[in-house]
């Protein structure tokens, strides 16, 4: 059983930076790529970035393309996303998943979800 468990939300000002930490359980995390999601109240869940396997390759959703980076420490089996210039328009509850195959912008490609981490942000 794969467990994902986020940490590093909170309340950041409009300007700052957070840092996301999706840790994970199971032995086989270095062979999946990952993902992480946001969802607002009264939104739809939307894609924010992935990596592949290695690390060695990211994928963003345009509207945070250029603020966030996303990473990874397969030793630590950790996910990591680096959160800068934070938005009116960022403020949800961010997810981690597991991909099923290769990185997608769907939810339906990913198999395995933490249970996401509160992202606020104050103007």
């Known amino acids: 059983q794969v467990q994902l468990v986020e940490s590093g939300g909170g309340l950041v000002q409009a300007g700052g930076s957070l840092r996301l930490s999706c840790a994970a359980s199971?032995?086989?995390?270095?062979?999946?790529?990952m993902g992480w999601f946001r969802q607002a109240p009264g939104k739809e869940r939307e894609f924010v970035a992935a990596?592949?396997?290695?690390?060695?390759?990211?994928f963003y959703a345009d509207s945070v393309k250029g603020r966030f980076t996303m990473s990874r420490d397969n030793g630590k089996k950790t996910v990591y996303l680096q959160m800068n210039s934070l938005k009116p328009d960022d403020p949800a509850v961010y997810y981690c998943?597991?991909?099923?195959?290769?990185?997608?912008?769907?939810?339906?490609?990913?198999?395995?979800w933490g249970q996401g981490t509160q992202v606020t942000v104050s103007s």
């Open positions: 998943a597991r991909a099923s195959g290769g990185w997608g912008v769907s939810g339906m490609g990913y198999d395995y």
């Open positions: 199971g032995r086989t995390f270095s062979s999946y790529t």
């Open positions: 990596i592949e396997r290695s690390g060695g390759s990211t």
